[in-house]
């Protein structure tokens, strides 16, 4: 098992970027995909998730009706869509596996890629 993210990059306030995280050695039928977020000195922080069982997805408070998670079955990839981007969005994000769905804690998660980083400042 395997994950690819990417699509980081510094970005102005107010702006968009949209994080890939492409997935190998699996489908993403078997397993539920979440995004993760950590900021210098903090912990990790549960994004957004979403159920390769059954389609459903899950956000935090923090990033709700700005954050839209999808995937693209023929290409085993989940998407991480960022509008209204604003500094606290910095930190390096990461895509994980689970096979517990609906869940953003991430202790609940099996695999794990290696981060990108978004930078959001003027």
């Known amino acids: 098992v395997q994950l690819q993210a990417s699509g980081g990059g510094l970005v102005q306030p107010g702006g968009s970027l949209r994080l890939s995280c492409a997935a190998s050695?699996?489908?993403?039928?078997?397993?539920?995909i979440g995004w993760f977020r950590q900021a210098p000195g903090k912990g990790r922080e549960g994004v957004s998730c979403l159920s390769g069982f059954d389609g459903d997805t899950n956000y935090a408070d923090s990033v709700k009706g700005r954050f839209t998670i999808s995937w693209d079955k023929g290409k085993n990839t989940v998407y991480l869509q960022m509008n209204s981007l604003t500094p606290e969005d910095t930190a390096v994000y990461y895509c994980?596996?689970?096979?517990?769905?609906?869940?953003?804690?991430?202790?609940?998660?099996?695999?794990w890629g290696q981060g990108t980083q978004v930078t959001v400042s003027s």
């Open positions: 050695g699996f489908t993403l039928n078997e397993f539920a």
């Open positions: 994980a596996a689970s096979v517990v769905a609906g869940t953003l804690l991430p202790g609940l998660y099996n695999f």
